[in-house]
């Protein structure tokens, strides 16, 4: 397991930097997923978040985790999450990237594991040798 700490650079938002931030932010977020074979955006204290890791733990993941609440750009990277959960239903996180790809968050990841498809898909990721 690889657990993110928050980057060295001070991420302040300040008037007209909004946006050169969010586009740090979703760099960051992006080398991060494309770098790593499976990555979970979680809050230290959320139950789901907990459930979602001992999950790919006890499958054999070594899942790199990043806990906004740990973050420096935290509210940043909760923020962009939101938007790629999309429809407001679904809570931003966790949120699971599976072999680069945005996979969801519990309902999703829970209805992979229990239809089968969950492990094939880690495997294919790199994440699984079994």
């Known amino acids: 397991m690889q657990v993110v700490k928050e980057s060295s650079s001070s991420m302040r938002i300040g ?15 992006r080398f991060l997923v ?12 959320c139950c789901m978040c907990h459930v979602v890791k001992q999950l790919l733990f006890g499958l054999g993941v070594g899942p790199t985790i990043v806990e906004l609440d740990r973050d420096s750009a935290g509210k940043e990277i909760h923020a962009l999450l939101f938007q790629l ?5 679904q809570q931003p996180v966790p949120a699971v990237f599976v072999g680069g790809k945005f996979l969801g968050g ?8 229990i239809n089968g498809t969950l492990v094939p898909l880690l495997k294919e990721a790199g994440a699984l040798w079994l």
């Open 85 to 89: 959960a999309g429809d407001g239903q």
């Open 34 to 45: 494309s770098g790593n074979a499976v990555v979970v955006f979680t809050m230290s204290g």
């Open 106 to 113: 519990i309902e999703t990841v829970m209805a992979c594991h």
């Open 15 to 29: 008037a007209g930097e909004s946006r050169r931030i969010m586009e740090s932010v979703y760099e960051r977020v």
